[in-house]
């Protein structure tokens, strides 16, 4: 939102785009600009372009190589396939080459923005170091862009105002949602919670739905008060 806090919210989209080269289920892949990337675009570029790209062994390494050449591959294809059809690079890592590892699948730090709903890198999960920015004139036409999007892990939202915090919480079709805080990490008291095509299977194993699945659940029925005997029989269920 444009009230959010800058350096707050660009140090999150940065770590949660970034993190793990986003090759992880809750990376943040897409961010939406109620009123325009314009203000955000200058710092979000020169805070991922500022990031180490190295191999994982390497002590100061602040992203990796992805996984494997096919999936560097898919990645690459799927900018460029924005790129040809509107996108515009705001910063393009497709052809970084790290000193000491000339043959690793690295892709660094790549920001598109222009994006919108009828590229494929909108309608797949890109899975890759690359962030998609979209703009929206309200938080209304924000929301309808996240919720039109078949992938449902999670959704975040920066701002300062709590009205708004509270419309994207109720309407935002997610299983998980930060406000001011990236996709939150299932943690042992918070279970992993997708929709859509994210969910797989019937429940959410983490969290109190883990507990649940392996509970037997028992109903006791107990009355203790002193009863009068007599020799008559009830067929009504105890009400008390």
Same mark, same amino acid.
């Given at each position: 939102m444009p009230d959010a806090s800058v350096g707050a919210t660009i140090n999150a989209l940065v770590a949660a785009g970034f993190g793990g080269a986003g090759q992880k289920c809750m990376a943040l892949n897409m961010a939406v600009f109620v009123g325009g990337l314009g203000p955000w675009e200058e710092k979000l570029v020169e805070h991922a372009k500022a990031l180490k790209v190295t191999s994982g062994t390497e002590p100061d390494a602040e992203l990796g190589p992805v996984i494997s050449k096919q999936e560097k591959e898919r990645i690459i294809t799927l900018i460029q396939t924005g790129v040809e059809i509107g996108a515009k690079l705001v910063l393009d890592g497709r052809n970084i080459v790290v000193a000491g590892y000339e043959n690793g699948n690295f892709i660094g730090p790549t920001i598109l923005s222009d994006v919108t709903v009828n590229m494929e890198c909108y309608k797949e999960d890109i899975f890759g170091p690359v962030l998609l920015c979209m703009q929206a004139d309200s938080i209304e036409e924000a929301i309808n862009i996240v919720n039109g999007n078949k992938y449902s892990n999670g959704a975040s939202i920066f701002t300062t105002s709590g009205v708004a915090a509270r419309k994207f919480q109720t309407e935002v079709e997610v299983g998980q949602v930060g406000i001011n805080v990236p996709i939150s990490v299932p943690l042992p008291f918070s279970s992993f919670i997708s929709a859509k095509p994210s969910f797989a299977g019937d429940v959410s194993f983490d969290g109190k739905a883990g507990i649940q699945f392996y509970t037997q659940v028992k =109903?006791? =029925?107990q009355q203790w008060r +002193?009863?009068? %005997? +007599? +020799? %008559? %029989? %009830?067929?009504q269920l105890p009400s008390s």
């Open positions: =109903t006791v =029925t +002193d009863l009068v %005997s +007599d +020799d %008559s %029989s %009830s067929h």
